[in-house]
Nanobody
Framework: QVQLVESGGGLVQAGGSLRLSCAAS???????????MGWYRQAPGKQREFVAD???????NYANSVKGRFTISRDNAKNTVYLQMSSLKPEDTAVYYC?????????WGQGTQVTVSS
């Protein structure tokens, strides 16, 4: 069973930075056997929305709202995906969820809270 363990959330002032981590386990082979990993977020009263993802081949995608501010990356040795968030805005406040697609099934992390103060 694939498990995703997130860390790095917290409270930060507008304009600051945070780095989220998502460590994957319970899969066979390397992290490249996971078709894609990414990040979604959900603010109170809103639906969960796509933030960024990276495929096993290294292709990345970003939501327009975070382009130029967020960067997704992968560390194969640690089986970990990162989301570097810079120039944070209050509207970035949400619960951030790690996501993985593996063997045609979707897996989710527990979520980590990111709060950006004015």
């Amino acid at each position: 069973q694939v498990q995703l363990v997130e860390s790095g959330g917290g409270l930060v002032q507008a304009g600051g930075s945070l780095r989220l981590s998502c460590a994957a386990s319970g899969f066979s082979g390397s992290i490249f056997s996971i078709n894609a990993m990414g990040w979604y977020r959900q603010a109170p009263g809103k639906q969960r929305e796509f933030v960024a993802d990276i495929t096993s081949r290294g292709f990345t995608n970003y939501a327009n709202s975070v382009k130029g501010r967020f960067t997704i990356s992968r560390d194969n040795a640690k089986n970990t995906v990162y989301l570097q968030m810079s120039s944070l805005k209050p509207e970035d406040t949400a619960v951030y969820y790690c996501n993985a697609l593996y063997r045609m099934s979707t897996y989710w992390g527990q979520g980590t809270q990111v709060t950006v103060s004015s």
